[in-house]
């Protein structure tokens, strides 16, 4: 294996809206988790900050019951051919995102990704305490990814990251080839590759 390909999670594998801001409507606690991403996303509040806020609408919830919400989650086109093209060329597939680690593990079963890095909501009997165990920032994906190329015997330099948020240009920065998918312009000045539509197949492809 000469190469690992990282994926960002929300605004990249998701379409339209973020894992959160999607679970917290299903919960109960949407507008206020939307309120807590923008003002994230303005730098006003770290990710420690909205993972404290959206945890707590999770109290008493299971891993199947979450497993359950996501089934019907907005995602792009091309996640499946995606992650078959990079096994087929022998390298790996892994999730470095912000967003709850559940939500990296149903994408894993679902579509065959080899592992995932994300925030972890606290778990105590098979259910939420509507607290965190731990909220990782940017560079915990950098973290992540010097980890598992050092135990793979994988350069850095020869594996790719995809994502379309701030959150992502570290791990842009370190890697060899980045793509921005449909991010904003900072990120894209940040990326090797800009590629906008809504298959993530096809800017995969682009890069190679």
């Not at 679970?23 to 303005?42: F, I, Q, S, V």
């Not at 199947?64 to 995602?75: I, T, W």
Request: aromatic fraction near 6%; include cysteine; charge should be negative.
């Amino acid at each position: 294996m000469d190469r690992i390909v990282f994926f960002d999670i929300d605004g990249t594998l998701t379409r339209g809206v973020t894992s959160g801001a999607y679970l917290a409507n299903l919960l109960g606690h949407g507008h206020t988790m939307e309120e807590a991403e923008a003002a994230c996303a303005r730098g006003e509040i770290t990710n420690d900050d909205v993972c404290r806020i959206d945890a707590a609408g999770y109290v008493g919830r299971s891993a199947s019951e979450l497993f359950d919400m996501l089934e019907d989650m907005p995602l792009v086109d091309g996640i499946t051919q995606a992650v078959d093209a990079i096994h087929a060329a022998g390298g790996e597939a892994h999730i470095a995102s912000l967003a709850w680690g559940i939500v990296g593990e149903y994408l894993c079963k679902r579509f065959r990704f080899d592992g995932y890095v994300g925030s972890e909501l606290e778990v105590e009997n098979g259910v939420c305490t509507g607290g965190v165990a731990h909220a990782l920032e940017g560079e915990g994906k950098c973290s992540y990814a010097r980890e598992l190329c050092e135990k793979r015997g994988v350069a850095l330099a020869s594996c790719m990251a995809i994502g379309d948020s701030r959150s992502d240009i570290p791990l842009f920065e370190l890697v060899g080839t980045s793509i921005a998918f449909n991010a904003t312009e900072e990120v894209e000045r940040a990326a090797t590759n800009a590629y906008r539509g809504g298959n993530i197949a096809e800017a995969l492809a682009c890069a190679l």
